[in-house]
T-cell receptor, first 113, second 116 residues
Framework: EDQVTQSPEALRLQEGESSSLNCSYT??????LFWYRQDPGKGPEFLFTLYSAGEEKEKERLKATLTKKESFLHITAPKPEDSATYLCAVQASWGSGTYKYIFGTGTRLKVLA | ETGVTQTPRHLVMGMTNKKSLKCEQH?????MYWYKQSAKKPLELMFVYNFKEQTENNSVPSRFSPECPNSSHLFLHLHTLQPEDSALYLC???????????????FGPGTRLTVL
């Protein structure tokens, strides 16, 4: 069964304390892996797309990496404004040229000043 | 307006009411989606429209009825809902190809629905 699992469920960091969020997946025919940020009361905001193992993307304090089984979102020297829920999603082939999106439950990140 | 907009932002309805949620995307995309987001659960894909044609319906109850009149507008018609349907309903769009929907999705702010 296709599945996306994110860990930890929640994470509290001190400002400046770097850490990583994990997204492990089991899907057939991976077409892409996506990271989103979601603030309370808002829709998810797109961050990164990764297509193949070994690929890396960076944006400010965030860096996403991808292997054949998992992806990491590394947060370097986080600030309180980085507090949000981070969602991981995979796009997988679903036969007949169609695709499906599978989301994880997210990691709630809280950065303390 | 830019990005993906949704109205209303909040909706309270009784189980016998009929209401509609509206989504509009200003990104020139050709695929649109409805998702349901409940607490502690992953986003659940409800409907997908690719080039205005519905390509997925993940066994959603018939009390939810989508409508996509053009590639920029998407509606979700609601009738005789149940309290367990209370959730955040998100609309998204992406740039799809004729081979199938795909690519990163851009989400609206959502409609917070409460069914009494």
């Amino acid at each position: 069964e296709d599945q996306v699992t994110q860990s930890p469920e929640a994470l509290r960091l001190q400002e400046g304390e770097s850490s990583s969020l994990n997204c492990s997946y089991t899907v057939s025919g991976l077409r892409g892996l996506f990271w989103y940020r979601q603030d309370p009361g808002k829709g998810p905001e797109f961050l990164f797309t990764l297509y193949s193992a070994g690929e890396e993307k960076e944006k400010e304090r965030l860096k996403a990496t991808l292997t054949k089984k998992e992806s990491f979102l590394h947060i370097t020297a986080p600030k309180p404004e980085d507090s949000a829920t981070y969602l991981c999603a995979v796009q997988a082939s679903w036969g007949s040229g169609t695709y499906k999106y599978i989301f994880g439950t997210g990691t709630r990140l809280k950065v303390l000043a | 307006e830019t990005g993906v907009t949704q109205t209303p932002r909040h909706l309270v309805m009784g189980m016998t009411n009929k209401k509609s949620l509206k989504c509009e995307q200003h990104l020139g995309h050709n695929a649109m989606y409805w998702y349901k987001q409940s607490a502690k659960k992953p986003l659940e894909l409800m409907f997908v429209y690719n080039f205005k044609e519905q390509t997925e319906n993940n066994s959603v109850p018939s009390r939810f009825s989508p409508e996509c009149p053009n590639s920029s507008h998407l509606f979700l018609h609601l009738h005789t809902l149940q309290p367990e349907d209370s959730a955040l309903y998100l609309c998204a769009s992406s740039q799809a190809s004729l081979a199938g929907v795909g690519g990163e999705q851009f989400f609206g702010p959502g409609t917070r629905l409460t069914v009494l």
